[in-house]
């Protein structure tokens, strides 16, 4: 009965990931796309290798679907046991400005967010979820802002043990509205919406982490992290990794051991735990 799921796994890290976890996971395993067009064609790719994944429509901009999926599951499996919060975007082309920060926030932040919020409830005990963050989500990117006075205050903030959901919706709207009045700058955030969309989903991995440890027998382990520079539409053919060596790490934190010490880590793509909040970052490659 055991049962994995990958959000946005119709191309992509995703996809590599559902076909590592068809081979490395003794479980159903299902692609998700919220295209279902696009996610059946993926399904098939994967087949035609020789593997069997299973399928479900999932859009994570709209909580209907999310909904769908969490009922679904618990009536079918009686729950979740590997999550991964993969779907993402990063447009970070789109002008002006202040509307890229509400388009990829709300994806990459407030939706993943409430996806979460959706199916948590039903991961069952000893479940791994992993948050497909970024070397972009590190906290010390907020060294690139101009206003540096302020970046410090956002990163000490984000960096608090006893760090709340809340104080990162805020910040998170603090963000989104000065983008929208060219005023960002000045609030301590860089000029790159992508970053502060995955320092804020990192840091609420922390206090996922920092909540699901509130019921310390269920062992549910959940870790964010950099799945490498990785060639996909989104990473470009310029990237260094082909999307099974990307799929790595992700691979890794979802196949965790019971009782493991790697809980709430920030993981880079050769697997190993970097601290979120001082780094040094290893080599990218
Ligand atoms: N590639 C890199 O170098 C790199 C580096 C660091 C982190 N990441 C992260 O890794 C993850 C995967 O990236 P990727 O490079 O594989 O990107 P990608 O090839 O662009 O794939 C992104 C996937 O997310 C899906 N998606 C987007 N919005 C969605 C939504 N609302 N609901 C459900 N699915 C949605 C896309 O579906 P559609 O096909 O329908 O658009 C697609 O399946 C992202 O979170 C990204 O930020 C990537």
Redesign the pocket.
């Known amino acids: 009965m055991s049962v994995a799921v990958v959000?946005?796994?119709?191309?992509?890290?995703?996809?590599?990931v559902v076909r590592g976890l068809c081979k490395q996971f003794k479980g159903t395993v299902y692609l998700?796309?919220?295209?279902e067009e696009?996610?059946l064609a993926?399904v098939k790719e994967l087949e035609a290798e020789g593997l069997n994944p299973s399928f479900h429509q999932?859009?994570?901009?709209?909580a209907a679907?999310v909904e769908a999926l969490r009922d679904f599951m618990k009536e079918k499996h009686g729950g979740i046991d590997i999550l991964v919060?993969?779907?993402?975007?990063?447009f970070n082309h789109l002008k002006p400005f202040g509307e890229q920060a509400t388009v990829v926030l709300?994806?990459?932040y407030w939706?993943?967010k409430r996806?979460c919020e959706i199916l948590f409830p039903i991961l069952k005990a000893g479940a791994r979820v992993v948050n497909?963050?970024?070397?972009?989500?590190f906290l010390g990117q907020l060294d690139k802002a101009t206003n540096q006075e302020k970046a410090q205050q956002n990163k000490k903030t984000l960096a608090k043990d006893d760090l709340t959901v809340q104080e990162i919706d805020a910040l998170m709207k603090d963000f989104e509205t000065s983008a929208n009045t060219g005023t960002h700058g000045d609030h301590g955030w860089p000029n790159y919406t992508?970053i502060v969309?995955?320092i804020g989903?990192s840091a609420l991995s922390r206090v996922q982490q920092r909540q699901l440890a509130e019921e310390p027998s269920s062992d549910i382990v959940l870790n964010h992290?950099?799945?490498?520079?990785?060639?996909?539409?989104?990473?470009?053919t310029a990237?260094?990794?082909d999307?099974d060596r990307?799929a790595q790490s992700i691979l890794f934190a979802a196949l965790l051991p019971p009782k493991t010490d790697v809980r709430g880590a920030y993981l880079w793509h050769d697997c190993r735990v970097v601290d979120w909040v001082n780094g040094p970052l290893p080599a990218m490659v």
């Open positions: 959000t946005g796994s119709n191309k992509g890290i995703g996809l590599a998700t796309a919220r295209n696009r996610g993926a999932l859009d994570i901009g709209d679907s919060n993969n779907a993402g975007i990063a709300k994806t990459n939706d993943t996806a497909t963050s970024s070397s972009m989500g992508y969309s995955k989903f992290i950099h799945p490498g520079w990785v060639k996909t539409d989104m990473g470009t990237a260094h990794f999307t990307g």
